[in-house]
């Protein structure tokens, strides 16, 4: 039987997971392993994905992924025996375990003994949501964001803590569930920790989730790195009244654990004493070896002898770990490998080695490894007296709203309705400190204007940079209030809903439920949107869904939008016209990231495994922060690019090639205007509307302002005005979201894709609909 075919409310034992590649690796990590009871609690409206409950957490499913998930009704006998956890038998090989870890100390600036005891840097690893940036904030006062959804931190955040004379450098790296190669994510952290060589790695764990968290754990230990690791949550873990002999397991495991909990602080000072301990103690607690069934280690034995001969590998890399990705067939490892000198041999070891694992066990190698690890764990929480407590059930609230939020019938109208009250709050109530902040820029420009002797430079503040920046400064506001809507979403835990239900439609489009938060974030700004792709494991439907994220209008468009409909619509239909463009960009993303999907990306798609934790009532403290550090990114842009496209526009506009220009006509931009006309005339486009939108190409705020200094829109006709805002809402986003999209994609290819090809669409899509207008 196919896990598909499960009922809700039914419970089934995994047999074997079918697949292959990045599909099955990624299953099999989450904990889809044979044994392992797994129950269908929830459909999404569209019936599809399934909500599943394994090793008591939750994930959401494809049906299509869960057909290749083979299950029983009867539980197994006893899957293959948990290897022992003392695993005598393999730790005499001899191996990494005198070897010193890679330290850095003597790397640099505060040397031991003089003023501060030293510098530790400390690097946070751990699953999504197990609580790492909240122990960041905590202990530095920082201010990362906290997420509940998985990947909120793109970025390593840096900062710094003292304790006891140590200074601590804290550094929050995005959450995984595993180093494997799969994701940004993982190569990322997997990078860091080789090339940066912290001093000591704490590992959060999710006590709640224990059997899952620790797969992280032992593929840290397989690094060979100083771990200490937090057992954070421990409030829910106690209050649902588990057990666990904290004693033992930190024995079996080789590393110190600590409970916590970073909502309140609780343990982190013996966190941090660990941390210390760690550093300064060259021999803690002993360094165990996962051991992975006679099979595998004879292979990684073979491999290390091998890796051995070229001395300064193990300077970088444990041989044990190398050995065991080589045999996990790790593309990256395999690259830096295929270096070595003795690189063919090496990989004709491994490719021997994989054989008789295939031969003896009937699995392939990478199969036979992952279930190594979660046998050992097993082992281990066992022999710990693991048990899962009754007392309280942690889900209990997030089923009943889960319940509401993924019905069949409620499910979508609730969503859209949250929707529509944040975009209404957002335009509707952002208004009025939005026509307070104009009226400051306006009483400001006059002031300047009043005050100021005439010339030159006068000009330039008042219509340059007031203007200009005052243009943008007004939007401020709605920025805010529609990023206090999202971190709210993303802190409680309802983004991760909103990409369970979109899955399905999304998937149709060549995406994945994950760009849907993306997209909608594009509304606000696409800057920190193309940012928040990298939650998108899969680079193809990342790459797809920035190239279509310019199509959705961000809150810079508005201020054209309600200028131009002002001017040439009655007052009853201007509401349709803005939303038709909303729409219009919409339905022109979903027809481009089709082409995208079925012509020019074309590949397979990541699987859907996505974790839905529970939902957790978000701190007023972080949500304040969150929505503040967007704010802060939206200055940020204006301040730079956008003061900087202001001056040149204005400077543009202000002189020509014989001076001050008397007249914008003659002024550069007036010449550029009329160079590009012919361009437009399907269009119908003025020059004074080409200038407006060559000046758009550093921010769309410009646009506006623009054709506010040259005027001359008194007489295009409705359609063409019309036909302009498609223009402006579907051409080159901005030089900001352009520099984004080059950031994360790592080449000024794609950048470059974006910008002719969006630009390309707009000449179309608006001299057709001018076109077909005119015959009408
Ligand atoms: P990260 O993804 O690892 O950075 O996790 P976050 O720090 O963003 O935390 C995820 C969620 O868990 C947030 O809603 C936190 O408020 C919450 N959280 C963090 N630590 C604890 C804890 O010890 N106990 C409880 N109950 N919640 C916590
Ligand atoms: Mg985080």
Known sequence: MRLSELHTGERAVIQKVLGHGGFRKRIVEMGFIRGQE??????????????????????????????????????????????????????????????????????????????????????????????????????????????????????????????????????????????????????????????????????????????????????????????????????????????VDLQVLQTLLGVPMIPTSFKTGRGVKELFRAVVDAFESDHGLRHIHIPHGHEVEDGIHTIQQLLRQNADVSTHYSTR???????????????????????????????????????????????????????????ALAEAGYDVGTKEDTYRVTHRIDHLLSHRWFGFPIFFLILFVMFMTTFVLGQYPMDWIDAGVEWLGEFVSGTMPEGMLKDMIVDGIIAGVGSVIVFLPQILILYFFISFMEDSGYMARAAFIMDKLMHRMGLHGKSFIPLIMGFGCNVPAVMATRTIESRRSRLITMMILPFMSCSAR????????????????????????????????????????????????????????????????????????????????MGGIILVA????????????????????????????????????????????????????????????????????????????????????????????IVAIKNETGSWRWALVAALYTTAVAWLVSAVVHQIGLLL
């Open 38 to 243: 797994v129950e269908a609690l929830l459909n999404a409206p569209l019936q599809d994905p399934v909500k599943y409950r394994i090793m008591n957490y939750e994930v959401s499913l494809r049906r299509e992924e869960a057909q290749l998930i083979e299950v029983t009704h009867q539980t197994l006998p006893d899957s293959p025996p948990a290897p022992s956890c003392e695993g005598g038998e393999y730790n005499d090989h001899p191996a990494d375990v005198t070897t010193p870890l890679p330290h850095r100390k003597g790397q640099g600036e505060s040397p031991e003994g003089v003023g501060l005891a030293g510098l530790i840097s400390v690097a946070l690893v751990g699953n999504p949501n197990c609580g790492k940036t909240s122990l960041f904030n905590y202990a530095s006062g920082a201010h990362a964001r906290v997420g509940n959804y998985s990947g909120v931190t793109v970025d390593a955040a840096e900062a710094h803590a003292e304790f006891e004379g140590y200074d601590f450098q804290l550094i929050d790296l995005p959450g995984t569930y595993s180093l494997s190669a799969y994701s940004p994510e993982e190569l990322y952290v997997r990078k860091y920790i080789v090339d940066q060589t912290p001093d000591v790695i704490i590992n959060v764990i999710d006590a709640s989730n224990l059997e899952r968290n620790l797969y992280l754990t032992t593929q840290l230990i397989d690094m060979n790195v100083r771990v200490v690791c937090a057992l954070n949550m421990y409030d829910e873990f106690e209050r649902r009244g588990d057990t």
């Open 321 to 379: 770990y190398l050995g065991i990705k080589l045999l996990e067939n790790d593309k990256s490892i395999e690259q830096y490998v295929g270096q070595l000198p003795n690189a063919t041999a090496i990989i004709a070891a491994r490719d021997h080695a994989a054989q008789r694992i295939m031969e003896e066990t009937a699995e392939d190698s990478e199969t036979t490894i992952m279930d190594a690890k979660y046998g050992f764990i097993r082992g």
């Open 558 to 637: 508005l201020p054209i939008y309600i200028m131009i409909t002002g001017l040439f619509f009655e007052p009853m239909w201007r509401p349709f016209v803005m939303m038709s463009l909303y729409v219009v960009g919409i339905i022109v993303s979903v027809i481009v990231s089709n082409i995208f999907s079925r012509f020019i990306l074309r590949g397979e798609d990541t699987p859907f495994v996505m974790e839905l934790p529970p939902y957790r009532w978000p701190t007023r403290k972080a949500i304040a922060r969150h929505t503040w550090e967007k704010g802060k990114e939206y200055l940020k842009k």
């Open 646 to 737: 202001s001056i040149i526009v204005w400077a543009l506009g202000y002189f020509s090639t014989n001076g001050i220009a008397t007249s914008i006509e003659e002024s550069f931009i007036g010449h550029m205007g009329r160079f590009v006309e012919p361009l437009f005339v399907l269009q119908g486009f003025n020059w004074q509307l080409d200038v407006s939108l060559i000046a758009g190409v550093g921010a769309k705020e410009i646009v506006a302002s623009t054709i506010g200094v040259l005027g001359g829109i008194d007489n295009i006709t409705p359609l063409t005005a019309y036909c302009y805002l498609l223009f402006v809402l579907l051409y080159f986003p901005c030089i900001a979201t």
